[in-house]
């Protein structure tokens, strides 16, 4: 039986692929979690926007996002939207 994951706190950060794999032959993740991580949005009211990455940082980023079963441009603007909210959060505004 595997173990399951409840919180992203509880995914280590791998240093290579083979660790990865190996992690997830024991590991699974919650259903709720991957549901809850879904962030939705409304085309009608979205922007392209061009980031530069360096590509070791974006390799990280998509084995990440591949680890969470997403997709890295979803977990891109799920990341920023928490911390915009966080950020909101600390000096006291909202909107």
Known sequence: MKNTLSSWDELPTFETEKEEAEFWQDCEL???LIKNSLHA???KDSTTVTLRFD???????????????LNYQSMLKQWLAERIEEEQQKS????
């Open 41 to 43: 949005t409304d085309s």
């Open 92 to 95: 006291g505004k909202e909107g």
């Open 30 to 32: 919650d259903p709720h």
């Open 55 to 69: 590509p070791r940082m974006l390799s990280k980023i998509k084995r990440i996002a591949r680890g969470r079963y």
